[in-house]
């Protein structure tokens, strides 16, 4: 027996009528007439008590009816989730991301955003160190992820891009360099940076005031490096958007003067992504920010 056999024995137990039950099915009565016929060949035993005008169940036919009725709902629920799952709207997605998309408010706000049109999507957000995460993608442990941009990606990892955004200076408080009015490329030549997971900021700073720029540690996120500028081991060159948001003893963020150097996040994915779930999520951003390029 086929689902279609179960669907006919219901609709005929339903409405206690052949005529009516194939009008209900837009089949011609014959045509059901047999293939309640085969049912019953096929179980051995009569489903329906047949009369002038209308049919009755039988003891099986009864005792039937409440299985049917739960074959063809857990076979139609099976279809619908199947068909959600391929149109991306339930699956998983694991989610990578470095510290200053979460300074930005990016993160939150896309996660926010796809959960509320996909709410029976799960998300696995985790944070992750720059330097490994577009490879992470590419060799499938993450789905997407969120990095800082300009950097270089593995073949097959493509890219989004988003929000642009300034650098500004980390210093100690207690600085020769807080006494200036303005803190310009060409006054940091002797300090000592500390390096983030993105340093072209640094480069671009260095650059425009004409010198190799002294390198320090490169001790991980954008809290250990303000951790270490709070220590007094030097300055950092950090996005804009740690302001208000990584407020640590002794630190404060001034701008560089002349300084046009920026930087911008970027959503990170495997190029022929098939999982449905995560195609959508990548289209969504797409919508949003429909200029590409890492």
């Known amino acids: 027996m086929e689902i279609r056999h179960f669907r006919y024995f219901l609709a005929v137990a339903r409405q206690r ?20 016929q085969d049912m019953e060949t096929a179980l051995g035993t009569r489903l329906f008590l047949r009369g002038q005008r209308e049919v009755s169940l039988t003891e099986a036919g ?11 709902r857990q076979f139609e629920s099976a279809q619908r989730n ?29 996660v926010k955003a796809f959960s509320r049109e996909f709410a029976e999507v799960s998300l696995s957000v985790r944070e992750s160190p720059m330097a490994v995460l577009p490879g992470l993608i590419a060799e499938g442990r993450f789905d997407i992820g969120y990095v800082r941009s300009p950097m270089s ?24 360099l807080c006494r200036l009015k303005q803190i310009g490329a060409e006054h940091l030549q002797n300090e000592t940076f500390i390096l983030p997971e993105q340093i072209s900021g640094t480069l671009q700073v260095a650059a425009q005031g004409g010198y190799a720029p002294k390198l320090g540690p490169q ?16 300055v950092a060159v950090v996005p804009e958007s740690v302001i208000g948001h990584v407020n640590l003893p002794n630190v404060v963020y001034r701008p560089i ?14 190029r022929f992504e098939k999982a449905p779930a995560v195609a ?6 797409k919508r949003e920010h429909p200029k590409e390029g890492a």
């Not at 988003?162 to 200076?169: M, R, T």
């Not at 001790?219 to 270490?228: E, H, M, N, T, Y």
């Open 280 to 285: 959508r999520y990548i289209e969504r951003v």
């Open 17 to 36: 009528n052949f005529t009516r039950a194939a009008e209900q099915l837009d089949i011609a009565p014959p045509t059901l007439s047999r293939q309640i």
């Open 219 to 234: 001790p991980g996120g954008l809290v250990a490096v303000i951790a270490a500028v709070s220590l007094g081991q030097g």
């Open 62 to 72: 009864a005792a039937l009816l409440p299985e049917a009725e739960a074959t063809v």
């Open 82 to 110: 199947a068909q959600r799952a391929g149109r991306g709207e339930v699956g998983h997605i694991e989610l990578g991301y470095v510290a200053s998309a979460v300074y930005s408010g990016v993160l939150q706000r896309q």
């Open 153 to 176: 990606l593995p073949e097959g990892v493509d890219a989004v891009r988003l929000n642009a955004e300034g650098f500004v200076l980390a210093v100690a408080d207690d600085a020769w």
């Open 257 to 270: 003067h002349g300084c046009e150097a920026s930087s911008w996040l970027s959503l990170i994915y495997r």
